[in-house]
């Protein structure tokens, strides 16, 4: 169905108190390898198109959420929003504005244009690049190169057109000692050309594969007490992913948060900063689900809780102005040298873990890499642990800088007197 006929169905039914209609036009690339021989290479355009319905009923407020289908015509879309209808009206939220209050359309005119063939052949190029070892090689490799155009709607007539790009790459590298072969496995992600950048990913997660296959396990081993232990990737996601989410709106009405405005995080003044767009963060969007326009909102400021923050229900409830949903964290603050002290850097875990309620972090570590003072030794096989909110107060932060999908700032988070067991 043609968007007019969508929208035309959805302001005809007055059993709804209000809409939203988002529309993603997805325009994409992929090439498949086996080792270094490309399989598939296909171009793939995709539309999905989804509709949020609400029903005020009695004091609650009830959403369900419909999907568009090619085979939808006016008579099975007006069935599925009756269903939806039904569907909401078993919700029994505490009424909330279903539709936050949006006072501009943001409009993306003038767009750079990609030639994603020619992008996923230079991806390529810039992995096989970094493939230059006789011991390793990448076993599989998958590129994905897209540009999304999202088209919302909803019925206060807010009409937002913004596009994203997007380069992807999935890789399992293999790495080949006398007694076994030893596989690892990335996925990286960013919205920034730089091929550059790729080759050195791709680099360094081939030497970690070599690493894990000459990695000593902790008894053989004697390491120094108070060890400083640098955490990368997915467990500093998940750190500052835990602490955004403590304070936000959600958080605080159902009281699962341990911090409230004012309370320190932590000793080091840092600042924790959302973003809706960071230059090569490919979560970047200026526009949230709901379709509130996006600003910049700092929740953390010299180590304590500025504010809080969240969606138009919560922020209802608390009576708070809502911030929207903002996608990406950018960490800053007092920058630490530990290059010459004796460290350990966790470059692997099999599965990082954090319990939001009791503070445990930390899980089995699959490679990991100890300074000696000297020389870095690659360790295997044992497990760290410690409690997030107390290990938090004292945490330091690299002087390198990396992005994540998410996140922008230090490539580590520095660590005392975390358990090494």
């Known amino acids: 169905m043609k968007t007019q006929d969508i929208l035309k169905c ?27 021989h490309l399989e598939i290479n296909r171009a793939v355009k995709t539309t999905t198109t989804i509709i949020v319905v609400y029903v005020n009923h009695q004091d609650y407020t009830g959403s369900s959420t419909i999907t568009v289908t090619s085979g939808d015509d006016e008579k099975s879309l007006n069935k599925k929003i009756k269903d939806a209808i039904v569907k909401a009206k078993a919700v029994k939220n505490a009424y909330y504005p279903a539709l936050p209050e949006i006072k501009e359309n943001i409009v993306d005119k003038n767009q750079d244009k990609y030639d994603l063939n020619s992008i996923a052949n230079n991806v390529a190029k810039a992995v096989f690049k970094a493939n230059k070892y006789d011991s390793g090689w990448l076993n599989s490799t998958e590129i994905f190169v897209s540009t999304i155009r999202t088209k919302f709607f909803d019925s206060n007539n807010v009409k937002h057109d913004v596009r994203k790009f997007n380069i992807s790459v999935e890789v399992i590298p293999t790495w080949a000692n006398s007694k076994e072969e030893i596989e690892l496995y990335k996925w990286y992600e960013t919205s920034d050309i730089n091929y550059s950048e790729i080759t050195k990913e791709i680099d360094e997660l081939l030497l970690n594969a070599k690493d894990r296959s000459e990695a000593k396990k902790l008894k053989d081993v004697k390491l120094p007490k108070d060890l400083k232990v640098l955490v990368k990737n997915d467990m500093l996601d998940l750190i500052l992913d835990t602490f955004a989410e403590d304070i936000n709106l959600r958080s605080v009405f159902y009281k699962q948060n341990h911090y409230n405005k ?32 996006l600003k910049n909102t700092k929740i953390i400021s010299d180590g304590k809780v500025k504010k809080l923050w969240g969606d138009n229900r919560f922020a209802y409830y608390l009576k708070q102005d809502p911030t929207g949903n903002i996608p990406v964290k950018e960490l800053d603050g007092e920058r630490f040298d530990y290059s010459k002290d004796k460290h350990l850097i966790i470059e692997n875990f099999s599965s990082p873990q954090l319990d939001e309620a009791s503070g445990y972090w930390g899980g089995e570590v699959r ?5 000696d003072g000297k020389k870095y030794i690659p360790l295997t096989s044992f497990s760290i642990s410690g409690n997030i909110y107390e290990d938090f107060k004292n945490v330091k932060l690299s002087k390198e800088e990396v992005k994540h999908p998410s996140y922008k700032g230090p490539k580590y988070l520095i660590f005392e007197g975390v358990k090494i067991h």
Do not use: H, W
């Open 367 to 371: 490679l990991a890499k100890y300074f």
């Open 10 to 36: 959805l302001k005809a039914n007055k059993n709804l108190s209000a809409y939203q209609l988002i529309e993603n036009e997805k325009d994409s690339r992929e090439l498949f390898y086996v080792l270094d």
């Open 262 to 293: 004012n309370d320190l995080v932590s000793d080091n003044k840092l600042s924790l900063t959302l973003k809706p767009v960071v230059k090569g963060c490919s979560a970047s969007s200026k526009i949230d689900n709901n379709g509130m326009v």
